[in-house]
């Protein structure tokens, strides 16, 4: 988790090939990265957004291919 442009580069590059996907951004701290990456990709892909302690929990609810 945090943030990196050549992850971002990459889903951008997927969705815009309509590839289908959603993404988990776990929020960081102190610096607040998870939440930048939430913020770059939320306006053409989904993207829940979960603090980084409670991540587990969220795959316990997710199917994973």
């Known amino acids: 988790y945090g943030y ?3 992850v971002e580069y990459v889903l951008r590059t997927a969705a815009e ?15 607040s990265e998870g939440y930048a ?3 770059a990709l ?8 979960v603090v980084d302690s409670a991540i587990g929990i ?3 609810g997710e199917s994973i291919d």
Do not use: G
């Not at 939320?42 to 957004?49: A, G, L, R, Y």
């Open 17 to 31: 090939k309509n590839f289908r996907f959603s993404v988990i951004c776990a929020e960081t701290r102190p610096r």
């Open 58 to 60: 969220v795959f316990l």
């Open 4 to 6: 990196s442009r050549l």
């Open 37 to 39: 990456m939430y913020m």
């Open 42 to 49: 939320s306006k053409k892909i989904p993207v829940k957004m």
